[in-house]
């Protein structure tokens, strides 16, 4: 079975950063992409990041220039490294991961269990 873990969620004060881990198990083969959502209270789920297989990001314009993501293939995990955060970016993050299981000629989305991000003074 695939899982994705995330970690590294938690409270920091404004203008301060956070690292954000996703651990895909090693099930997951043929990584396609990872990507990073989040979604506020009575906000729509919204995409924060992506990178694809090629290296290729992209990002919200809301976080541009403060968020980056970043992949390791050889532990199959991606990382979303947050500066100078907002109270705006106050939301639970999840992690999406495309690709293959072992074994299988079949591609499908996983989703993490998400982890809190809370920016307040």
């Known amino acids: 079975q695939v899982q994705l873990v995330e970690s590294g969620g938690g409270l920091v004060q404004p203008g301060g950063s956070l690292r954000l881990s996703c651990a895909a198990s090693?099930?997951?083969?043929?990584?396609?992409?990872m990507a990073w959502y989040r979604q506020a209270p009575g906000e729509q789920r919204e995409l924060v990041a992506e990178i694809t297989s090629d290296g290729s990001t992209n990002y919200a314009d809301s976080v541009k220039g403060r968020f980056t993501i970043s992949r390791d293939a050889a532990k199959n995990t991606a990382y979303l490294q947050m500066n100078n955060l907002k109270p705006e970016d106050t939301a639970v993050y999840y992690c999406?991961?495309?690709?293959?299981?072992?074994?299988?000629?079949?591609?499908?989305?996983?989703w993490g269990q998400g982890t809190q991000v809370t920016v307040s003074s």
């Open positions: 090693a099930t997951l083969v043929s990584l396609y992409s």
């Open positions: 999406k991961a495309d690709g293959r299981p072992r074994g299988s000629v079949d591609r499908w989305n996983y």
